[in-house]
């Protein structure tokens, strides 16, 4: 079984930054079979989206149009963690963000996170 748990989210205004951060369960990076993690975030009244996922084995990246050039996703292995960096916020970012991992055996995201809350102020 895998926990994750997200952290880094809150109020801050149009052009701040914020680094949330999903942690793993120990030693689910080096145990697990993973084939992707990501970010996704749904705002009150729309759909779960993805905004940024990495691939495990190739260390590829993928972000949604929204976000390209301002959010980062990075990963420390020996902290079991995935980060995303998210720059140059704006108000249509805010929703709850989620971390989610993908199994090499899923054909989809089968893990998640509680989510957490951002909010950008204009």
């Known amino acids: 079984q895998v926990h994750l748990v997200e952290s880094g989210g809150g109020l801050v205004q149009a052009g701040s930054s914020l680094r949330l951060s999903c942690a793993a369960s120990e030693r689910t990076f080096s145990t697990f079979s993973i084939y992707a993690m990501g970010w996704f975030r749904q705002a009150p009244g729309k759909e779960r989206d993805l905004v940024a996922a990495i691939n495990w084995s190739e260390n590829s990246t993928h972000y949604a149009d929204s976000v390209k050039g301002r959010f980062t996703i990075s990963r420390d292995n020996a902290k079991n963690t995935v980060y995303l960096q998210m720059n140059t916020l704006k108000p249509e970012d805010t929703a709850v963000y989620y971390c989610?991992?993908?199994?090499?055996?899923?054909?989809?995201?089968?893990?998640w996170g509680q989510g957490t809350q951002v909010t950008v102020s204009s």
């Open positions: 989610a991992l993908r199994r090499w055996s899923s054909w989809s995201y089968d893990y």
